[in-house]
């Protein structure tokens, strides 16, 4: 093996150890319960926005709606990332991306209902023209 070059079988092996480790942990097995690695739920949530709508253009709403789920940051507990992106330099087919993570069912589902989501869910529903949404488990 060359001096510049990591040992893949030696970092394979980490991968397996800690993937095995998760899968235990995750189904109450060797690790036991006390051991049980946190749930991480993803909302990830996609809009086409109109190109005129509630008086402004698209470019405008977007920033506006953007600096609004921004501001939505710990907003409940147990909202551990939000992350709303107008993408541009990359090929996209939406226009406005949400990504958030949340430790549990119950943190998303508090989120959800929060007044402050409320309306700017409200506002969403005014400028866009499709979404799309996907929620899953880590």
Known sequence: ??????NRSR???????WAERRRS?????????AARLPEVIKHIVMWRF?????????????RIVRDRLAALDGLVPGL????PVIPDALEHDYDLVLYSEFDSVEALRAYAVHPDHQAVAGLIA??????????YEV
């Open 1 to 6: 093996m060359s001096a510049g070059r990591p």
């Open 11 to 17: 970092r394979r092996a980490g991968f397996a150890n």
């Open 25 to 33: 942990a995750r189904s109450g097995g060797v690790l036991g319960r």
């Open 50 to 62: 109109a190109d005129q709508a509630e008086g402004a253009d698209k470019a405008t709403n977007l």
């Open 80 to 83: 551990l990332k939000l992350e």
């Open 126 to 135: 005014k400028v866009r023209t499709e979404r799309a949404c996907v929620d």
